[in-house]
Protein backbone atom coordinates (compact mmCIF):
# COMPACT_ATOMS: atom_id res chain seq x y z
CA UNK A 1 0.00 0.00 0.00
CA UNK A 2 1.30 3.30 -0.75
CA UNK A 3 1.72 5.94 1.90
CA UNK A 4 -0.11 9.06 1.85
CA UNK A 5 1.66 12.25 3.30
CA UNK A 6 0.95 15.89 2.93
CA UNK A 7 3.81 18.66 3.14
CA UNK A 8 4.09 20.09 7.08
CA UNK A 9 4.09 23.66 5.94
CA UNK A 10 0.92 24.16 3.78
CA UNK A 11 -0.93 21.99 6.63
CA UNK A 12 0.31 24.45 8.97
CA UNK A 13 -0.88 27.39 6.94
CA UNK A 14 -4.21 25.68 5.94
CA UNK A 15 -4.80 24.84 9.98
CA UNK A 16 -4.01 28.83 11.07
CA UNK A 17 -6.54 30.16 7.66
CA UNK A 18 -9.40 28.29 8.91
CA UNK A 19 -9.22 31.29 11.94
CA UNK A 20 -11.08 33.36 8.80
CA UNK A 21 -14.24 31.66 9.19
CA UNK A 22 -14.01 31.65 13.11
CA UNK A 23 -17.43 32.23 15.13
CA UNK A 24 -17.52 34.60 18.56
CA UNK A 25 -20.29 33.42 20.52
CA UNK A 26 -20.05 36.94 22.28
CA UNK A 27 -20.49 37.88 18.99
CA UNK A 28 -23.50 36.01 18.51
CA UNK A 29 -25.60 37.28 21.52
CA UNK A 30 -24.51 40.81 21.41
CA UNK A 31 -23.58 41.59 17.87
CA UNK A 32 -20.31 42.45 17.92
CA UNK A 33 -17.07 40.91 17.88
CA UNK A 34 -14.96 40.23 21.54
CA UNK A 35 -11.93 41.26 22.05
CA UNK A 36 -11.41 43.07 18.70
CA UNK A 37 -13.51 43.27 15.77
CA UNK A 38 -11.38 41.97 12.64
CA UNK A 39 -11.53 44.21 9.32
CA UNK A 40 -14.34 44.20 7.45
CA UNK A 41 -14.91 44.98 3.46
CA UNK A 42 -17.45 45.98 1.78
CA UNK A 43 -19.69 43.68 -0.38
CA UNK A 44 -20.78 44.36 -3.83
CA UNK A 45 -23.99 45.89 -2.79
CA UNK A 46 -21.27 48.08 -0.10
CA UNK A 47 -23.04 46.28 2.91
CA UNK A 48 -20.38 44.50 5.67
CA UNK A 49 -19.91 40.70 4.39
CA UNK A 50 -18.92 39.41 7.76
CA UNK A 51 -21.89 36.92 7.81
CA UNK A 52 -20.65 35.35 4.59
CA UNK A 53 -16.97 34.99 4.65
CA UNK A 54 -16.83 31.88 2.57
CA UNK A 55 -17.86 33.99 -0.20
CA UNK A 56 -16.20 37.41 0.02
CA UNK A 57 -12.57 37.59 -1.67
CA UNK A 58 -12.09 40.58 -0.14
CA UNK A 59 -12.31 39.65 3.21
CA UNK A 60 -9.83 36.56 2.40
CA UNK A 61 -7.50 39.50 1.37
CA UNK A 62 -7.95 41.33 4.53
CA UNK A 63 -7.01 38.19 6.75
CA UNK A 64 -4.15 37.56 4.99
CA UNK A 65 -2.90 41.14 4.94
CA UNK A 66 -3.59 41.30 8.60
CA UNK A 67 -1.69 38.35 9.74
CA UNK A 68 0.49 38.22 6.94
CA UNK A 69 3.71 38.35 10.20
CA UNK A 70 2.04 35.34 12.17
CA UNK A 71 1.55 33.42 8.72
CA UNK A 72 5.35 34.01 7.68
CA UNK A 73 6.56 33.78 11.73
CA UNK A 74 5.16 29.62 11.03
CA UNK A 75 7.16 29.19 8.21
CA UNK A 76 10.50 30.05 9.87
CA UNK A 77 12.98 27.45 10.94
CA UNK A 78 13.31 26.78 14.77
CA UNK A 79 16.45 28.60 14.59
CA UNK A 80 15.21 31.38 13.45
CA UNK A 81 12.82 32.54 16.51
CA UNK A 82 14.05 33.88 19.90
CA UNK A 83 13.17 32.52 23.16
CA UNK A 84 9.84 34.83 23.32
CA UNK A 85 8.50 32.83 20.20
CA UNK A 86 8.44 36.31 17.60
CA UNK A 87 10.75 36.98 14.86
CA UNK A 88 13.83 38.83 14.63
CA UNK A 89 14.14 41.47 11.83
CA UNK A 90 16.96 39.52 10.89
CA UNK A 91 15.11 36.16 10.34
CA UNK A 92 15.54 34.54 6.63
CA UNK A 93 12.56 32.45 4.64
CA UNK A 94 13.72 29.63 3.15
CA UNK A 95 12.96 28.86 -0.15
CA UNK A 96 10.83 25.71 1.17
CA UNK A 97 8.17 27.78 2.63
CA UNK A 98 8.07 30.57 -0.22
CA UNK A 99 7.12 27.30 -2.17
CA UNK A 100 4.29 26.65 0.44
CA UNK A 101 3.35 29.87 1.10
CA UNK A 102 2.15 29.39 -2.43
CA UNK A 103 -0.83 27.14 -1.45
CA UNK A 104 -2.69 30.62 -0.34
CA UNK A 105 -1.00 33.19 -2.94
CA UNK A 106 -0.08 33.18 -6.39
CA UNK A 107 0.36 35.99 -9.14
CA UNK A 108 0.40 37.57 -12.51
CA UNK A 109 3.00 39.81 -14.21
CA UNK A 110 2.05 43.53 -15.21
CA UNK A 111 -1.88 41.97 -14.84
CA UNK A 112 -1.20 39.13 -17.56
CA UNK A 113 -3.62 36.37 -17.63
CA UNK A 114 -0.83 34.11 -17.33
CA UNK A 115 -0.96 32.87 -13.41
CA UNK A 116 2.62 32.14 -11.41
CA UNK A 117 3.15 30.17 -8.51
CA UNK A 118 4.74 32.87 -5.97
CA UNK A 119 7.84 31.14 -5.74
CA UNK A 120 8.69 31.97 -9.57
CA UNK A 121 7.69 35.65 -8.93
CA UNK A 122 9.59 35.95 -5.86
CA UNK A 123 12.47 34.64 -8.18
CA UNK A 124 11.77 36.75 -10.86
CA UNK A 125 15.14 38.53 -11.89
CA UNK A 126 13.05 41.77 -11.25
CA UNK A 127 11.40 41.06 -8.21
CA UNK A 128 14.48 39.38 -6.59
CA UNK A 129 15.40 42.82 -5.09
CA UNK A 130 11.79 43.61 -3.51
CA UNK A 131 11.65 40.11 -2.27
CA UNK A 132 14.85 39.79 -0.43
CA UNK A 133 16.07 36.87 -2.31
CA UNK A 134 19.73 35.92 -1.24
CA UNK A 135 21.50 34.20 -4.18
CA UNK A 136 24.27 33.16 -1.64
CA UNK A 137 22.48 31.88 0.70
CA UNK A 138 19.02 30.89 -1.23
CA UNK A 139 16.81 32.36 1.10
CA UNK A 140 15.19 35.34 1.72
CA UNK A 141 15.10 38.20 3.74
CA UNK A 142 11.87 38.45 6.24
CA UNK A 143 11.58 42.13 6.53
CA UNK A 144 11.65 42.43 2.89
CA UNK A 145 9.73 39.90 1.87
CA UNK A 146 6.72 40.79 4.07
CA UNK A 147 7.09 44.19 2.51
CA UNK A 148 6.84 43.00 -0.80
CA UNK A 149 3.88 40.69 -0.23
CA UNK A 150 1.92 43.73 1.89
CA UNK A 151 2.46 46.08 -1.05
CA UNK A 152 1.42 43.49 -3.71
CA UNK A 153 -1.21 41.27 -2.04
CA UNK A 154 -4.45 41.85 -4.41
CA UNK A 155 -8.21 40.73 -4.50
CA UNK A 156 -8.31 37.49 -6.48
CA UNK A 157 -9.21 38.61 -10.04
CA UNK A 158 -10.78 35.53 -10.56
CA UNK A 159 -12.30 34.97 -7.48
CA UNK A 160 -15.98 34.40 -6.17
CA UNK A 161 -16.53 38.07 -5.90
CA UNK A 162 -15.03 39.15 -9.36
CA UNK A 163 -17.79 36.69 -10.59
CA UNK A 164 -20.78 37.41 -9.45
CA UNK A 165 -19.85 40.46 -10.33
CA UNK A 166 -18.73 40.82 -14.07
CA UNK A 167 -19.15 36.35 -14.85
CA UNK A 168 -21.07 35.61 -17.47
CA UNK A 169 -24.36 34.55 -17.24
CA UNK A 170 -25.71 31.09 -18.20
CA UNK A 171 -28.44 29.86 -20.55
CA UNK A 172 -30.38 26.92 -19.40
CA UNK A 173 -31.56 24.22 -21.36
CA UNK A 174 -34.81 24.20 -19.20
CA UNK A 175 -35.96 26.87 -16.81
CA UNK A 176 -39.56 26.99 -16.11
CA UNK A 177 -41.78 29.49 -13.94
CA UNK A 178 -39.73 30.83 -10.86
CA UNK A 179 -38.42 33.45 -8.84
CA UNK A 180 -35.64 34.70 -10.81
CA UNK A 181 -35.05 38.60 -9.74
CA UNK A 182 -32.73 37.37 -6.71
CA UNK A 183 -31.09 34.54 -8.47
CA UNK A 184 -27.24 34.86 -9.23
CA UNK A 185 -26.05 33.01 -11.61
CA UNK A 186 -22.14 32.91 -13.49
CA UNK A 187 -19.28 31.87 -14.63
CA UNK A 188 -15.90 33.40 -15.23
CA UNK A 189 -14.41 30.89 -17.71
CA UNK A 190 -14.02 34.50 -20.13
CA UNK A 191 -12.15 36.32 -17.73
CA UNK A 192 -10.44 33.55 -15.82
CA UNK A 193 -7.18 31.20 -16.96
CA UNK A 194 -8.75 27.87 -18.44
CA UNK A 195 -7.51 26.17 -15.50
CA UNK A 196 -9.45 27.74 -13.08
CA UNK A 197 -13.28 27.77 -13.77
CA UNK A 198 -15.70 28.70 -11.80
CA UNK A 199 -19.51 28.47 -11.81
CA UNK A 200 -21.06 30.05 -8.78
CA UNK A 201 -25.38 29.74 -8.20
CA UNK A 202 -26.66 31.65 -5.85
CA UNK A 203 -30.45 32.50 -4.59
CA UNK A 204 -32.29 29.91 -7.26
CA UNK A 205 -36.44 29.81 -6.06
CA UNK A 206 -38.59 27.25 -7.09
CA UNK A 207 -36.88 26.50 -10.65
CA UNK A 208 -35.62 23.62 -12.16
CA UNK A 209 -32.62 23.72 -14.40
CA UNK A 210 -30.50 22.05 -16.17
CA UNK A 211 -27.42 21.99 -18.56
CA UNK A 212 -24.77 20.36 -20.01
CA UNK A 213 -21.76 21.72 -21.63
CA UNK A 214 -18.01 22.64 -22.24
CA UNK A 215 -19.02 25.76 -19.37
CA UNK A 216 -19.31 23.40 -16.79
CA UNK A 217 -16.51 21.09 -17.98
CA UNK A 218 -13.96 20.84 -15.27
CA UNK A 219 -15.26 23.39 -13.40
CA UNK A 220 -15.41 24.39 -9.31
CA UNK A 221 -19.01 24.78 -8.69
CA UNK A 222 -20.38 26.52 -5.72
CA UNK A 223 -23.74 26.61 -4.95
CA UNK A 224 -25.61 28.93 -2.34
CA UNK A 225 -28.83 29.10 -0.88
CA UNK A 226 -30.61 27.77 -3.49
CA UNK A 227 -34.68 26.54 -2.25
CA UNK A 228 -37.32 24.20 -3.67
CA UNK A 229 -35.57 23.74 -6.52
CA UNK A 230 -34.30 21.04 -9.22
CA UNK A 231 -30.45 21.68 -10.68
CA UNK A 232 -29.21 19.20 -13.14
CA UNK A 233 -25.39 19.70 -14.07
CA UNK A 234 -24.80 17.01 -15.98
CA UNK A 235 -21.34 17.61 -17.20
CA UNK A 236 -17.85 16.16 -15.73
CA UNK A 237 -16.97 18.69 -12.84
CA UNK A 238 -13.41 19.63 -10.73
CA UNK A 239 -15.82 20.09 -7.84
CA UNK A 240 -19.23 21.06 -6.04
CA UNK A 241 -19.84 23.30 -2.97
CA UNK A 242 -23.66 22.93 -1.75
CA UNK A 243 -24.11 25.64 0.86
CA UNK A 244 -26.96 26.50 2.66
CA UNK A 245 -29.56 24.90 0.48
CA UNK A 246 -33.10 23.58 1.17
CA UNK A 247 -35.46 21.15 0.35
CA UNK A 248 -33.84 21.08 -3.17
CA UNK A 249 -32.36 18.37 -5.27
CA UNK A 250 -29.16 18.12 -6.92
CA UNK A 251 -28.16 15.61 -10.07
CA UNK A 252 -24.59 16.48 -10.78
CA UNK A 253 -21.98 14.84 -13.34
CA UNK A 254 -19.24 12.87 -12.23
CA UNK A 255 -16.90 15.16 -9.73
CA UNK A 256 -13.39 14.40 -10.41
CA UNK A 257 -12.31 15.92 -6.72
CA UNK A 258 -15.11 16.23 -3.70
CA UNK A 259 -18.94 17.47 -3.26
CA UNK A 260 -18.77 19.09 0.07
CA UNK A 261 -22.29 19.59 1.43
CA UNK A 262 -22.34 22.32 4.40
CA UNK A 263 -25.20 23.54 6.60
CA UNK A 264 -28.38 22.39 3.80
CA UNK A 265 -31.80 20.77 5.01
CA UNK A 266 -33.83 18.62 2.94
CA UNK A 267 -31.72 18.28 -0.11
CA UNK A 268 -31.10 15.10 -2.35
CA UNK A 269 -27.62 14.63 -3.60
CA UNK A 270 -27.26 12.15 -6.49
CA UNK A 271 -23.84 12.26 -7.91
CA UNK A 272 -20.73 9.91 -8.81
CA UNK A 273 -17.53 11.38 -6.79
CA UNK A 274 -14.24 10.61 -5.38
CA UNK A 275 -15.12 12.25 -1.81
CA UNK A 276 -18.34 13.25 -0.16
CA UNK A 277 -18.27 15.14 2.80
CA UNK A 278 -21.13 16.45 5.06
CA UNK A 279 -21.20 19.32 7.90
CA UNK A 280 -24.17 20.97 9.96
CA UNK A 281 -26.97 19.32 7.78
CA UNK A 282 -30.11 17.88 8.51
CA UNK A 283 -32.83 15.69 6.91
CA UNK A 284 -30.60 14.98 3.56
CA UNK A 285 -30.36 12.01 1.17
CA UNK A 286 -27.02 11.28 -0.34
CA UNK A 287 -27.52 8.83 -3.75
CA UNK A 288 -23.79 8.30 -4.56
CA UNK A 289 -21.21 6.66 -5.92
CA UNK A 290 -17.49 6.65 -4.57
CA UNK A 291 -14.36 4.98 -4.27
CA UNK A 292 -13.60 6.47 -1.08
CA UNK A 293 -15.84 6.60 2.33
CA UNK A 294 -18.19 9.46 2.78
CA UNK A 295 -16.75 11.99 5.30
CA UNK A 296 -19.56 12.92 8.23
CA UNK A 297 -18.33 15.99 9.46
CA UNK A 298 -19.91 18.12 13.10
CA UNK A 299 -23.73 19.35 13.20
CA UNK A 300 -25.25 16.65 11.33
CA UNK A 301 -28.59 15.11 11.60
CA UNK A 302 -30.96 12.65 10.09
CA UNK A 303 -28.69 11.96 7.30
CA UNK A 304 -29.66 8.86 4.78
CA UNK A 305 -26.86 6.98 2.46
CA UNK A 306 -28.36 5.06 -0.73
CA UNK A 307 -26.67 3.52 -4.40
CA UNK A 308 -26.51 5.76 -6.74
CA UNK A 309 -29.72 5.20 -9.27
CA UNK A 310 -29.70 7.06 -12.28
CA UNK A 311 -28.05 7.74 -15.67
CA UNK A 312 -28.35 9.56 -18.62
CA UNK A 313 -26.90 9.02 -21.78
CA UNK A 314 -22.90 10.82 -21.32
CA UNK A 315 -22.47 9.47 -18.00
CA UNK A 316 -19.80 7.01 -18.26
CA UNK A 317 -17.80 8.57 -20.63
CA UNK A 318 -18.38 11.38 -18.32
CA UNK A 319 -17.23 9.15 -15.70
CA UNK A 320 -13.91 8.25 -17.84
CA UNK A 321 -12.85 11.85 -18.45
CA UNK A 322 -12.39 12.10 -14.82
CA UNK A 323 -10.75 8.64 -13.70
CA UNK A 324 -13.87 7.44 -11.92
CA UNK A 325 -14.91 3.58 -12.21
CA UNK A 326 -17.73 1.53 -10.87
CA UNK A 327 -15.56 -0.24 -7.96
CA UNK A 328 -14.72 -0.13 -5.50
CA UNK A 329 -18.04 1.97 -4.13
CA UNK A 330 -17.92 2.79 -0.39
CA UNK A 331 -21.61 4.76 -0.57
CA UNK A 332 -22.56 2.56 2.38
CA UNK A 333 -19.63 2.97 4.16
CA UNK A 334 -19.20 6.09 6.20
CA UNK A 335 -16.89 7.31 8.74
CA UNK A 336 -17.88 9.64 11.27
CA UNK A 337 -14.81 12.05 12.03
CA UNK A 338 -15.97 14.32 14.37
CA UNK A 339 -18.00 11.74 17.03
CA UNK A 340 -19.72 13.42 19.61
CA UNK A 341 -21.95 12.00 22.46
CA UNK A 342 -25.26 10.18 21.20
CA UNK A 343 -24.28 10.58 17.51
CA UNK A 344 -25.48 6.46 16.65
CA UNK A 345 -28.54 8.05 15.00
CA UNK A 346 -27.07 10.52 12.68
CA UNK A 347 -27.10 8.88 9.42
CA UNK A 348 -28.81 5.44 8.23
CA UNK A 349 -28.38 3.36 5.05
CA UNK A 350 -31.70 3.83 3.06
CA UNK A 351 -34.57 0.90 3.56
CA UNK A 352 -34.40 -1.24 0.11
CA UNK A 353 -38.67 -0.54 0.76
CA UNK A 354 -37.95 2.85 0.25
CA UNK A 355 -36.10 2.89 -2.81
CA UNK A 356 -37.03 3.79 -6.29
CA UNK A 357 -35.00 5.16 -9.28
CA UNK A 358 -34.60 8.30 -10.41
CA UNK A 359 -35.50 9.08 -14.32
CA UNK A 360 -33.79 12.59 -15.67
CA UNK A 361 -35.61 13.77 -18.21
CA UNK A 362 -33.52 15.11 -20.80
CA UNK A 363 -32.70 13.95 -24.10
CA UNK A 364 -28.70 13.74 -25.55
CA UNK A 365 -26.38 11.57 -27.36
CA UNK A 366 -24.34 8.76 -25.19
CA UNK A 367 -24.48 5.57 -24.76
CA UNK A 368 -25.25 4.88 -21.55
CA UNK A 369 -28.33 3.17 -20.80
CA UNK A 370 -28.32 1.88 -17.38
CA UNK A 371 -27.01 2.77 -13.92
CA UNK A 372 -23.24 2.33 -13.76
CA UNK A 373 -22.48 -0.83 -11.85
CA UNK A 374 -26.11 -1.57 -11.16
CA UNK A 375 -27.88 -1.72 -8.28
CA UNK A 376 -26.93 -4.12 -4.83
CA UNK A 377 -29.00 -7.18 -4.76
CA UNK A 378 -31.36 -5.99 -2.09
CA UNK A 379 -32.38 -2.76 -4.04
CA UNK A 380 -32.55 -4.25 -7.16
CA UNK A 381 -34.81 -6.92 -5.37
CA UNK A 382 -37.05 -4.70 -3.83
CA UNK A 383 -37.43 -3.05 -7.73
CA UNK A 384 -38.39 -6.25 -9.27
CA UNK A 385 -41.11 -7.12 -6.28
CA UNK A 386 -42.37 -4.17 -6.55
CA UNK A 387 -42.58 -4.65 -10.58
CA UNK A 388 -43.87 -8.32 -10.02
CA UNK A 389 -46.60 -6.44 -8.08
CA UNK A 390 -47.36 -3.63 -10.76
CA UNK A 391 -48.04 -7.01 -13.44
CA UNK A 392 -50.26 -9.10 -11.57
CA UNK A 393 -52.41 -6.15 -10.86
CA UNK A 394 -52.54 -5.18 -14.11
CA UNK A 395 -53.29 -9.04 -14.84
CA UNK A 396 -56.35 -8.77 -12.73
CA UNK A 397 -57.72 -5.75 -13.93
CA UNK A 398 -57.38 -7.43 -17.55
CA UNK A 399 -59.18 -10.49 -16.12
CA UNK A 400 -62.14 -8.53 -14.42
CA UNK A 401 -63.90 -8.52 -17.01
CA UNK A 402 -65.13 -4.92 -16.83
CA UNK A 403 -68.02 -2.85 -18.60
CA UNK A 404 -67.15 0.13 -20.63
CA UNK A 405 -68.27 2.15 -18.14
CA UNK A 406 -66.70 0.34 -15.07
CA UNK A 407 -63.37 0.50 -17.02
CA UNK A 408 -64.07 4.51 -17.11
CA UNK A 409 -64.83 5.00 -13.79
CA UNK A 410 -62.07 2.80 -12.80
CA UNK A 411 -59.71 4.41 -14.94
CA UNK A 412 -60.67 7.90 -13.25
CA UNK A 413 -60.01 6.75 -9.64
CA UNK A 414 -57.13 5.15 -10.56
CA UNK A 415 -55.59 8.42 -12.14
CA UNK A 416 -57.19 10.42 -9.05
CA UNK A 417 -54.66 8.44 -6.60
CA UNK A 418 -51.99 8.47 -8.63
CA UNK A 419 -51.90 12.26 -8.64
CA UNK A 420 -52.16 12.29 -4.82
CA UNK A 421 -49.24 10.11 -4.83
CA UNK A 422 -47.32 12.63 -7.12
CA UNK A 423 -47.80 15.53 -4.92
CA UNK A 424 -46.66 13.63 -2.05
CA UNK A 425 -42.89 12.81 -4.18
CA UNK A 426 -40.29 15.48 -3.90
CA UNK A 427 -38.75 14.46 -6.59
CA UNK A 428 -41.16 14.57 -9.48
CA UNK A 429 -42.10 17.74 -10.58
CA UNK A 430 -44.91 18.58 -13.13
CA UNK A 431 -43.86 18.06 -17.01
CA UNK A 432 -43.27 21.45 -18.94
CA UNK A 433 -44.71 21.24 -22.48
CA UNK A 434 -42.94 18.99 -24.69
CA UNK A 435 -42.55 15.54 -23.15
CA UNK A 436 -38.87 15.73 -23.12
CA UNK A 437 -35.86 18.53 -23.16
CA UNK A 438 -32.68 18.52 -24.63
CA UNK A 439 -29.73 19.39 -21.53
CA UNK A 440 -27.42 22.14 -23.39
Known sequence: LGQLSVDTLQFLLFLYVQQVHKVSLRR???GEEWPSPRTRSPSLTGKSTGENKNWNDQEHRAFVQTH????LELLLEPEQLV???LSTRSSVVSYEAVCALGFLIEGTV???RTVHPL???ALWPPCQAQSGYSKVSKTFAFPKLESWLRACLTTNPFGMTACLKSGKKLAWAQQVEGTTQRAKIACNTRAVPKVLPMVIMSQVYKQTLAKSSDTLVGAHVRIHRCNESFIY???PLRSVTIEKCRNSTFV????QASVHVYSCDNVKVIVVCHRLSLSSTAGCTFHILTPTQPLILSGNHAISFAPFHTHYPMLEDHMAQVGLATLPNHWDNPVLVCKESGDTGVFRLLPPSDFYTFVIPFEMEGDTTETPGGLPHAYQKALSQREQKVQIWQKMVKEAGLTKNQRKQFQM???NKFYEWLVQLDSLVPPAAGSKQAAG
Open 252 to 255: LGPV
Open 28 to 30: SLI
Open 110 to 112: AKS
Open 68 to 71: LSEL
Open 233 to 235: LLS
Open 83 to 85: ASS
Open 413 to 415: LVE
Open 119 to 121: HEL
